[in-house]
Structure formats: structure tokens, C-alpha cells
């Protein structure tokens, strides 16, 4: 493994499609951090410090947005680009996600060419395309 690849955290409650956004990033060569639910990735985010973070709003235990506000007020974690994946589409709620500090908002479901190009954009990694 070589010490450029980025790490992606996806954050994402259900299992199917945590799993397919993770087929996604690995198949680009990105590391995967799965995690099934909000509260506990909050630790593992100051840990790892991901190059890249996957979060969807509608979380069973802590809103999706809460983990973002907290991202973005530690110091050590507030550069992290996080692009919110969620099936909350409405205008309303992209400006909330906005507001709270992400760095892209796209709605399910999320095409792979979508997500690569999202995921890329963030990281200021030129495109394949």
C-alpha cells in the first residue's frame, strides 16, 4: 500500500449503500472507512483524520449535519472536505447542508461517475475524463 492513497469515510446507515459507495472508492483506488452510524465515527474521524468524508444527513443516532458543525469547529478536522450524500433533495435542505459547512451536496441515488467526480473535486485531483 503506498502512502499516497487518500482515505475516504463514508458514514452512511445503511449497509447496502455504504457498501456501494465503498466498491466505488476502492475500485478508484481509494482506502475505505466504513461506518454504520454517527456517534462512534465522530473518535474515528479525529483519529484518522480522513482525506475525504461521505456523510448522509439522516443518521438513527446523531443528524448527519451535527457530525459536520463538529467537523468543521476542531481546528485539526475543519479542512477535511465532506460531501454529503443524502435523499433529503429538497432546496431546503441542500442549503442546510451548505450552510453547516459541506463541501458538495448530491442526492441519491448517486451515479459513480457523480461520486468519482465529486470525490476528486474535492481532493483537487485531476479528472480521468
Known amino acids: 500500500m503506498t502512502s499516497t492513497q487518500k482515505t475516504v469515510m463514508i458514514i452512511e446507515d445503511e449497509p ?10 476502492r475500485v478508484n483506488g481509494y482506502r475505505v472507512i466504513k461506518m454504520f452510524s454517527s456517534a462512534p465515527a465522530i473518535p474515528i474521524i479525529s483519529q484518522e483524520k480522513p482525506d475525504v468524508i461521505l456523510l448522509d444527513v439522516m443518521m438513527p443516532d446523531i443528524s ?6 463538529f467537523i468543521r469547529r476542531e481546528p485539526e478536522l475543519a479542512s477535511i472536505p465532506v460531501i454529503i450524500v443524502s435523499a433529503k433533495s429538497m432546496p431546503s435542505d441542500i442549503k442546510n447542508g451548505i450552510e453547516a459547512g ?5 442526492t441519491k441515488p448517486v451515479g459513480f ?9 474535492v481532493l483537487n485531483e485531476p479528472s480521468s475524463e
Open 16 to 25: 447496502d449503500a455504504a457498501e456501494l459507495f465503498a466498491e466505488m472508492m
Open 64 to 69: 448527519g449535519l451535527e457530525v459536520l458543525r
Open 102 to 106: 459541506a463541501s458538495m451536496y448530491l
Open 113 to 121: 461517475q457523480d461520486l468519482k467526480q465529486a470525490v476528486r473535486k
